[in-house]
T-cell receptor
Framework: DTEVTQTPKHLVMGMTNKKSLKCEQH?????MYWYKQKAKKPPELMFV???????INESVPSRFSPECPNSSLLNLHLHALQPEDSALYLC?????????????FGQGTRLTVV | QQQVKQSPQSLIVQKGGISIINCAYE??????FPWYQQFPGKGPALLIA?????SEKKEGRFTISFNKSAKQFSLHIMDSQPGDSATYFC????????????FGKGTKLTVNP
């Protein structure tokens, strides 16, 4: 099983809403990532978790709040977003930060902020 | 130093032709070079990857050529098919599994039937 599952696939939210994106993997990976991808651009790293601890925050605004409740799950809590936050949000996982192996991406959540 | 420069931005190839996408980097600490294929509305999928101790890696119709001295690597797609039409990203990662995959800007490949 090399699958990273993201839910929901699509999300439309107002600027005053609170929503969460979910990501799950069962590959035993201990590094998990959130990326943001705008149209026709490469993915941009937002957060990295290593062994359920936040390792990297790429200066992401506080309206994005990550959470890693266990080694298989990664959440991204959204609050008071702006229309420019509309993008494809990708979750990825890899074996561990100390092991240089491939990162597997989920299918993404297409987020539209209205 | 952290950049990976990818070219061309877009590429149109006839069915059966060879598609070639090039990437260049400056950071000699990069030690792992994957290529990702992304279809519209989908997440990137790992296509093939190479480490700098080999000059070429082939998987089916996909080949990575790596030139360590020139700090360049390229993806060759042989016998290109319409189903290969997608955006391709090269990427690089530093030794020891650094957190960041540094992506190129992507190449949109169109294979005409």
């Amino acid at each position: 099983d090399t699958e990273v599952t993201q839910t929901p696939k699509h999300l439309v939210m107002g600027m005053t809403n609170k929503k969460s994106l979910k990501c799950e993997q069962h590959m035993g990976h201990r590094a998990m990532y959130w990326y943001k991808q705008k149209a026709k651009k490469p993915p941009e790293l937002m957060f990295v978790y290593s062994y359920e601890k936040l390792s990297i925050n790429e200066s992401v605004p506080s309206r994005f709040s990550p959470e890693c409740p266990n080694s298989s799950l990664l959440n991204l809590h959204l609050h008071a977003l702006q229309p420019e936050d509309s993008a494809l949000y990708l979750c990825a996982s890899s074996q561990a930060l100390t092991v240089n192996t491939e990162a597997f991406f989920g299918q993404g959540t297409r987020l539209t902020v209205v | 130093q952290q950049q990976v420069k990818q070219s061309p931005q877009s590429l149109i190839v006839q069915k059966g032709g060879i598609s070639i996408i090039n990437c260049a980097y400056e950071n000699t600490a990069f030690d792992y070079f994957p290529w990702y294929q992304q279809f519209p509305g989908k997440g990137p999928a790992l296509l093939i990857a190479i480490r700098p101790d080999v000059s070429e890696k082939k998987e089916g119709r996909f080949t990575i050529s790596f030139n360590k001295s020139a700090k360049q690597f390229s993806l060759h797609i042989m016998d290109s098919q319409p189903g290969d039409s997608a955006t391709y990203f090269c990427a690089a990662r530093t030794q020891g599994g650094s957190e960041k995959l540094v992506f190129g800007k992507g190449t949109k490949l169109t294979v005409n039937p």
